[in-house]
């Protein structure tokens, strides 16, 4: 490989390969050189704890498409560090997949509800992936002569970077800019894709229902994406009601923890006309040869599961155990539960707002178009001493550009955060906050406009989503999916890499993290 490379060593190859600022500028030393020595387990947590012990732990208000949020235990312990679970991983075997099938159909189905479009995969890598494999699904019906993807300027820049590095190597050329400005006449015959997003990077909620409508009149053989926030889509217009033909996003803040960054379970969910171009794969629900009902692998468009010249995907990573961690979550909470979670962070962050104004701040989004972030504009000098002045009181926000700063809340935000983050951003005016930030909350809190509401509100009615809320209820029907599947705690799994990884226990313990 070095040789056909033209590289004198593997030094060489990662210098070459990982970009400077991850790499570790020191390799790896140990008092007596090399790898230390093995210990005990016992020996090995205690130091790791210790280790742990030197972590600053910050409150995270970033936002960006990450955002802190509760898995509750009875699906923490019994999914996400149960073996029987995480094992099993990726069912390539629909009859040893029962249990993890089922779970993920209910994943599709709330995709689908969510985002008012017909047919969802069963996951992907990150919601960066899934706008990636949006692209390139733009193409897939289009004509030869298109290669111009249009991207909004207010998409997640982690998006945007993915979407450049898969865009070059497929031969499509991307451009950047407003669509609200921007003169798509001008590349009218050769545009075969739009990206847009809601709640977008400054946290400002679009309904693109016009903006959707005039360029498919305006472009033929145009495929809309819309990247959105399903937490948001509780209350907020769907991409489905604007008349987009493909919705992406992640499922991180239904129960998975951020996990420094991910991976998260992306969706993607299209329009039944597009169903054979989806990529990854699609549950759906058949029948055993006894007549009984059973879950099967409908689509797969995976280069490992069909021929290469025909898949319509390379991406081999899905993300099961989360995918499922998500659809479980949403099975808890119910429509109810996840209404009333997306209604909290909302009233808060009009609190917020609210108070950052009487402060005397300036908010890049107004009058309630917002779902749970702010972003403030500020002098250039003011940016860096603001992000300092919230560090030093142990708390992350998020930086957009050298003017603008975001603050996130989320579903484990308290309103005596809120409380706190006044009282913070007050200091950096040399202010002090009011005493009674919540006396007049019911003149503060308002509905969205109705535009920017869902019209669809009969949604998630099944009676999977409707009938186990308590943790009795769950514990049993994730016991019983079990009892549906092969795992590596019952049996080998003959097919695939991947579904031989198996998570030492150790790496479970709660004291590390």
Known sequence: MLRELQLKSLDELMKSTIPEKVMDPEPYKHEKGGVPEAVPEKLLLEKLTLLAQKNELYKCYIGGGYYDTITPEVIKRNVLENPNWYTAYTPYQAEISQGRLETLLNYQTLVCELTGLENANSSLLDEGTACAEAMVMSFATSNQKKNIFFVSNNVFPQSLEVLKTRAENAGIKLVVGDPRTFDFSSIAEELGGVLLQTPDMYGVLHNYTELIKQLKGQVDELTVVVACDPLALTKTVTPGEMGADIAVGSTQRFGVPMGFGGPHAAFMVAKASMIRKIPGRIIGVSKDAFGNRAFRLTLQTREQHIKREKATSNICTAQVLLANISALYAIYHGKQGLEAIAHRVNALTQILAYQLTTLGYTL???????????????????????????????????????????VSLSENTTLDDVKELVSIFAGFKGKKASSDLFGNVEQIVKKHDSSLQRANTQ?????????????????????????????????????????????ATTEMVKQIF
């Open 364 to 406: 890049r989004t107004k009058d309630n178009e917002y779902f749970d972030t702010l972003a403030l504009n500020l002098d250039k000098s003011e940016v860096e001493r603001l992000l300092k002045h919230f560090r030093d009181h142990s708390i992350n926000l998020g930086k957009i550009d050298e003017q603008s700063v975001r």
């Open 459 to 503: 949604y998630l009615q099944q009676e999977i989503f409707n009938s186990i809320h308590s943790e009795h209820q769950m514990l049993r029907y994730m016991h019983m999916l079990i009892s549906k599947d092969i795992s590596l705690t019952k049996s080998m799994i003959p097919l695939g890499s991947c579904t031989m990884k198996l998570n």
